[in-house]
């Protein structure tokens, strides 16, 4: 009866053992996928290429869906990460002041090596893909939205 109990215990101890290292695996990634969207939210508001670059994939993919006033159809705009890199770098003669940078992130779902996150930011809000990539977390996909102008 105590070998069993003892066998019990020990596999209930790894088995803990083993969620911690999950959970401080979980934890690091979390901090990582956040930080990689703040490196691409604050390298545009404050020009800095290189860390706008830092975050992205260079295959990324950043879209938006407009509507075309004149026959009301939807068009996809899209931007490359070239583009990207390339805004942030327009950026750095006249950065967005501190109190302007709103940027809000939110990890809306982590699974092994995928994380769709929620950046709020002044003007628009943006659906981030991230992926573990080679180790790193990067950003693969934006999908993006203005919102509405204040009157």
Request: glycine share 6%; hydrophobic share 40%; charged share 25%.
């Amino acid at each position: 009866m105590q070998r069993i109990f003892g066998s019990l215990l020990i596999g209930l101890l790894m088995l803990l053992l083993a969620a911690g290292t999950a959970c401080a695996q979980t934890d690091a990634d979390r901090e990582a996928i956040k930080q990689t969207a703040l490196d691409y939210i604050e390298g545009f508001y404050n020009g800095d290429a290189a860390r706008m670059e830092r975050s992205l994939h260079p295959d990324l993919a950043k879209r938006i869906v407009r509507t075309n006033p004149g026959t009301g159809q939807s068009v996809l705009n899209h931007m490359t990460a070239a583009q990207l890199i390339q805004a942030a770098r327009t950026m750095e003669s006249r950065p967005t002041p501190k109190d302007k940078q709103r940027k809000d992130v939110t990890i809306l779902d982590l699974y092994e090596n995928a994380a769709s996150v929620k950046i709020v930011a002044n003007d628009w809000i943006d659906y981030l893909h991230e992926a573990k990539f080679d180790g790193r977390w990067v950003i693969i996909n934006v999908l993006w939205e203005m919102k509405p102008r204040r009157k």
